[in-house]
């Protein structure tokens, strides 16, 4: 069935994207579906210009360094100190000025070596607000953000690298071949040291036969379980300790030994379980990387990972429980196109089921916040404000709290409505003196629903209107 109305484009904008801009709804009013597709066929689609931005690994070197120097500066200061207490019990009457000195010397000491990781972070940050700000629909980002929720790494534990794990690992794939995802987020220093596969070594490996270290599971539990798989489908502990040993020695080179590559991936023969290993009853050979890689390859084309990922795409974009037709259409494309990831959203958005659902599905944070700021004209961002503010409504940027991500049903997230009344008055008396509430339902919206017309309507102030219209369930629903 073909739609072509100003409802279906709102719709359009957002259920798929980051919400409308003023007159994007009339834009793509008469073909909605089609500018959904048409924005995935651009060149640029999901793409950022970041050549300013450190990779992932020279941004892991200057937070190394940094660390070291501010370690080596701990040891003079603790040098001084031991000094200055000797001092002390010689002459107690120079006690104030032995700590006013050891007070000084510590604040140069922070000031001299600041830390390089949260500036990068919030440089990250700006680059990644900005590109759903400006998107024309935003459907490829609302991918970029899907995916980096799916393979997703932690920011608390790899603050430096989460940036750049975006830009290296999900942008480059996000319409490509799901394949190739999985191989470079499985592969990035920044999944390694997420989920330990740093600390992993093989029990019959050179390094494990010399030192206590074992066997650690993290990584390969989650690729089966969470990246590719999904739990009960036919995988048992065997298999996953199995692909453990498979995993071992994917690590990454220590900064201190190569002051150029340090931070890179690199497999160490040292940490490898030596010999085959037998995963979901076929067996791998071989003693390096390609082993692992092997093994991902299957995982990728595994049938259940095929409805696994369609799964999680419909109930993402459409509906907490989405329609099992919907399910099975996207991973029968899957399967019939070896993981095409655009052809699998195409198959979604050209699908009756994505548009049929009721408009009932309860933004998570971040897509509200970045649809309330749309909805204003803004284009430009302010990391500290932005990522604060995501914060404040319980989904830090980069910093799911388990290897799960965020989840994506309204169960999680309705308790923290309340805190985003909050946070909509705080936006609106920033702009309540430049845009006019009317304006924005007009040439943004479209139209709402005679609830927050009325709403709106009965405000005491500018202010109180925008904020009511920002709570909207035009504006909380997609």
């Not at 949260?118 to 440089?123: A, E, G, P, T, V």
């Not at 690992?169 to 989920?195: C, K, N, Q, S, W």
């Not at 498979?246 to 220590?254: A, E, K, N």
């Amino acid at each position: 069935m073909s739609r072509s109305t100003p409802t279906d484009a709102a719709l359009a904008l957002h259920r798929f994207g980051m919400g409308p801009r003023p007159g994007s709804i009339a834009a793509i009013a008469s073909d909605p579906r089609g500018a959904l597709i048409a924005e995935l066929e651009k060149p640029t689609a999901g793409q950022v210009a970041a050549s300013a931005l450190p990779s992932s690994g020279k941004a892991y070197r200057l937070v190394t360094d940094a660390n070291a120097k501010r370690a080596a500066r701990a040891v003079v200061a603790k040098r001084e100190q031991d000094a200055a207490a000797k001092r002390q019990t010689a002459d107690a009457s120079a006690k104030m000025e032995t700590a006013g000195a050891m007070v000084e010397a510590e604040k140069a000491a922070a000031e001299a070596v600041p830390d390089p990781g949260r500036l990068i972070y919030l440089d990250e940050a700006r680059v990644h607000y900005e590109a759903a700000l400006n998107a024309e629909i935003g459907f490829a980002e609302r991918l970029v953000w899907f995916w980096c929720n799916h393979f997703c790494i932690s920011a608390d534990k790899v603050q430096s690298m989460s940036g750049a794990y975006e830009r290296e690992v999900i942008r480059p794939h996000v319409l490509g071949r799901f394949t190739d995802l999985l191989l470079a987020a499985e592969g990035h220093p920044a999944m390694l040291l997420y989920l330990d596969n740093t600390l992993s070594m093989g029990a019959n490996s050179i390094a494990g036969l010399n030192r206590t270290r074992g066997l650690n599971e993290n990584l390969a539990r989650e690729i089966m379980e969470l990246h590719t798989l999904g739990v009960r489908t036919g995988y048992t502990q065997a298999d996953v300790i199995g692909f453990a040993n498979v995993l071992t020695g994917w690590t990454l080179l220590p900064p201190g030994d190569n002051p150029e590559h340090g931070g890179e991936f690199s497999f160490n023969p040292r940490l490898h379980e030596p010999g085959a290993q037998t995963i979901m009853g076929k067996t791998y050979d071989g003693d390096d990387a390609e082993q692992g890689r092997t093994v991902l390859r299957d995982l990728a084309t595994h049938p259940a990972t095929a409805t696994h990922v369609a799964a999680k795409l419909a109930r993402h974009f459409v509906a907490d429980q989405p329609p099992a037709a919907l399910i099975e259409r996207m991973a029968k494309v899957f399967r019939d196109t070896d993981g095409d990831l655009k052809a699998v959203a195409k198959a979604m958005v050209t699908s009756d089921e994505a548009w049929d659902a009721p408009v009932a599905k309860l933004k998570r944070p971040s897509e509200w916040i970045i649809a309330m700021v749309r909805a204003t004209g803004l284009t430009q961002a302010d990391p500290v404000r932005f990522t604060g503010g995501q914060a404040l409504l319980g989904e830090r940027l980069w910093r799911p709290t388990s290897p799960r991500g965020y989840p994506d049903d309204e169960a999680s997230w309705i308790d923290g409505v309340g805190r985003r009344l909050d946070a909509a008055s705080n936006f609106a008396e920033r702009l309540s003196g430049r845009i006019d509430p009317q304006d924005v339902i007009a040439n943004v919206l479209g139209s709402v629903s005679p609830e927050a017309k009325q709403a709106v309507g009965r405000a005491e102030s500018r202010q109180q209107a925008l904020a009511l219209l920002f709570m909207s369930a035009e504006m909380l629903r997609r």
